[in-house]
């Protein structure tokens, strides 16, 4: 957030064609704008079609490195990494979904998953609890337009079972701070 606002130049995008993937072209041009060149630049287009290849293979919705650099001996190589998964490719990656780690995540969020519901904690004291992403974020809008602030984002999905809604309500109400919850259902 910090480069882009201060040195927006620094901030490459490259647009890859799912069906595609990285060409040798893109993976060049990556290489080329992250400061590599000679062979260097085509060790680090290597990883970088690497790490494309990883994203599709685990069913990613992110992987990002920093710092991509070189060792001392003058290899190219990814140094540290972060992934994130897609929750709707578990049945594809079950043994990437064996090792999760719930102990540093926000315990309502796991709570959350484990009956289909899409929840993310923040620091208001008015629960939002609605069916629909789009209407999830419309409703967080009009909390703060009218001087609130949002305890969470709650979607229950447009076929929330009874038992849904009933967990919906009670992981909400176990934030100590919610003093209101706005139910916004449509449909």
Request: proline share 3%; charged share 30%; hydrophobic share 40%.
């Amino acid at each position: 957030e910090e480069v882009a606002e201060k040195s927006p130049d620094k901030i490459f995008k490259e647009a890859i064609d799912i069906n595609i993937g990285v060409t040798d072209a893109q993976a060049a041009g990556m290489a080329k704008n992250l400061g590599f060149d000679g062979q260097k630049g085509k060790q680090a287009a290597e990883e970088i079609k690497k790490l494309y290849e990883l994203f599709i293979k685990v069913d990613a919705t992110q992987v990002e490195i920093n710092p991509f650099g070189e060792t001392p001996e003058g290899r190219v190589v990814c140094f540290d990494a972060k992934i994130n998964f897609d929750d709707n490719a578990e049945f594809r990656q079950k043994d990437i979904f064996k090792g999760r780690d719930t102990a540093e995540e926000d315990p309502r969020e796991v709570e959350a998953a484990k009956h289909n519901l899409n929840y993310i904690g923040m620091d208001g004291n008015i629960a939002c609890l609605v069916n629909g992403a789009g209407l999830a974020m419309a409703t967080m809008d009009i909390i703060k337009l009218h001087g609130g602030d949002p305890a969470n984002f709650l979607d229950v999905g447009g076929g929330a079972t009874e038992n849904q809604v009933k967990e919906a309500f009670r992981i909400v109400s176990s934030d100590q701070r919610v003093k209101a919850i706005l139910v916004n259902i449509f449909g």
